[in-house]
Nanobody, 123 residues
Framework: QVQLVESGGGLVQAGGSLRLSCGSSERTFTHYAVGWFRQPPGKARESVAAISWRGGVTTYANSVKGRFTISRDNTKNTVYLQMNSLKPEDTAVYYC????????????????WGQGTQVTVSS
């Protein structure tokens, strides 16, 4: 498992943008697929987006397609979630998670989780 640290959350008005970052000091982090998840108030955690370790594969929830972009900079051991056109329903605690993969794929489960960062979108 690896330690993950999220940052970039905050309060933004509807229609605004935020960029979340997920970093790790693990030297093999570049071989980890990373996913972003969120848990809205009173609701279950849901998958938002994920990226393979080389970045060749990305997946998105239907609710964020066209608005959110996941990317990574392996020279900085950081994965980003650019969130544009934010809506009040995007309000949630956002978590990043990681899983070591041999191949450039998005795995079905993630073993390591960060502490989360709050995103609040006001109407």
């Amino acid at each position: 498992q690896v330690q993950l640290v999220e940052s970039g959350g905050g309060l933004v008005q509807a229609g605004g943008s935020l960029r979340l970052s997920c970093g790790s000091s693990e030297r093999t982090f570049t071989h980890y697929a990373v996913g972003w998840f969120r848990q809205p108030p009173g609701k279950a955690r849901e998958s938002v987006a994920a990226i393979s370790w080389r970045g060749g594969v990305t997946t998105y929830a239907n609710s964020v397609k066209g608005r959110f972009t996941i990317s990574r900079d392996n020279t900085k051991n950081t994965v980003y979630l650019q969130m544009n056109s934010l809506k009040p329903e995007d309000t949630a605690v956002y978590y990043c998670a990681a899983a070591y993969t041999t191949f450039d794929v998005v795995p079905p489960t993630f073993a390591s989780w960060g502490q989360g960062t709050q995103v609040t979108v006001s109407s």
